[in-house]
């Protein structure tokens, strides 16, 4: 098994680690990136190399995959000469996958790889110690030695983190600490008592524990951070971080929701929505996406879209959530999106240069923590900000003095 992970977190040292030991199976453990080394075919020249069953990645790292091949061309070279025939599993995890880049992946795993292979999503914490939600590859696997016979995996369902492993009891309740019906966007949260390989304190910290995660719902629930909803199929979808929902005109809309619709664009390889305040429905979404590599983008683009991009992208999120979702702006470029280490995208950072920005701090500090892969990329978004910011203050001033220029030709007359 692959698990592409860094070593030092959760699902690292997991699968990395333990996992391995405690099936027999061999462990691939890898330093380098999924690109650049010396570029995005390492993965599956990897996989060919070593005869990997499974592979284990965050959706990040197909997304960048994606970005440097978007026709996908390293790995049908390697999918054509059979390399990837032994792969019966794609696990992803870290972060939320969007149904788009589950489906293009699922389609290439049933041209390249093992019958039956699936891309399956799993939600973890750092605190659960292993997968709260996912689906089993192998049901029967391991079951009464092998003497049931051969089970068929849960289907998937693109945009859906499968359903909870045992030991997990997974509700969404409002912030009352309520339970709501299937299909409702609330709190994810974990009816106690916690399972077996998770957290029962941090270390030395009691008091820390039970504020960080009892205290809320008054030691009923485990407060997990995470917002989303079970369907009717009982299916869980984990939507965004709770402080990721954004309130506008007393409407809850997830992030990971505006940014699956705005990710169906054919342009655009990566997106990541925030919160701009407005000063009358709250806040309005904010979406900064990063454009595949092209003719157009090879000389620089400004930070601001053309109108029509703007309406396009704009007419998706209209069409498929709600004119009461509609962007409030939409900053352009590439290499601006800041991630952890372990392939997260950091929206708070990008939440503060907006909101910094929309007072004209421009180059006010942010809280940028020290897991961030590369910081260099906080510099890259802020001037992407600033130089929206800037354009738009001047658009506007633009736009007053043609008013008031009007408005004096009607007095002449």
Known sequence: MFCASDLGWVVGHSFILYAPLLAGATTLLYEGKPIGTPDAGSFWRLIEKHKVNALFTA???LRVIHKEDPKSELLHQVGQRGGLKQLRGLFLAGERSEPSIVVAFQKLLEQHAAPG????DNWWSSESGSPMTGLALRPDL???NGKIPKTRALRAKPGSAGKPMPGFNVRIVNDEG???ENGTMGNIVL?????PTGFTTLFHDDRRFYHGYLKRFSSRWMDTGDAGMIDQDGYVHVMSRSDDIIN?????FSTGAIEQVILSHPDIAEASVVGIPDSIKGHLPFAFVQLYPSAKTASGIPATPSREFFQEVNALVRDQIGAIASLGGIVQGQGMIPKTRSGKTLRRVLRELVEKAAEGKYDAAVNVPPTVEDPDVVGVARRRVKEYFLQQAKSQRSSNNSNTTRSEGRAKL
């Open 178 to 180: 309520e339970e709501v």
């Open 59 to 61: 959706p990040t790292a």
């Open 191 to 195: 009816a106690l008592p916690f399972a």
């Open 142 to 144: 391991g079951v009464a």
């Open 117 to 120: 292979a699936m891309v399956i």
């Open 248 to 252: 506008v005109a007393a409407h809850r």
